[in-house]
């Protein structure tokens, strides 16, 4: 479609929409595909007003960057934090101490179950797998002794053929 053609077709839908009113031209940033005549028509179309960036928050001041969004950056961006002291001899230092030390020794033996549970599942596969290894032993026996048991049958069959062709 033509730029003329879209823009006609554009201008005949904003003029037939029923959606709330055309809010007051702006200053919007220009599209090289629309006439002068035809910037924000598709933010009229949509009943949306379009506001210009203005040049102050597109700075890249510091201010501007630990502004609101200081949770979201890095740790070295954002401002230091200030650790209220609590007196050793509180009861809630002492409280809080207490309840580190719960979680450091339920964490401590959790981590004790886990490497027993491994050592004992390492032990169980080593006795699987010696268990496995003298199976293999016991069929490669077994395939070497049937082997020969046919080898064996296949000679005296051609033995016996030889025999029987001579007659």
Known sequence: MSDSRGSSVIQEWVSSYQGPSAPPQMDV???PGLRADDRGLGDQMMGLSYLPYSSTC????SSSITGDFSPFL???????????????DSAEYRLRR???NIAVRKSRD????RIML?????LQLQDENQRLQLRI???????????HVLSQRHMSGVDEGAGDASM
């Open 29 to 31: 940033l220009y599209s």
């Open 110 to 113: 959790k981590a004790r179950r």
């Open 58 to 61: 597109i700075s890249t001041t």
């Open 98 to 100: 207490e309840r580190n």
């Open 118 to 122: 491994t050592q004992q599942r390492a």
């Open 74 to 88: 890095h740790p070295s961006l954002r401002p230091p934090v200030t650790k209220r002291s609590i007196s050793k």
């Open 137 to 147: 032993g016991q069929l490669t026996q077994e395939l070497d002794m049937l082997k």
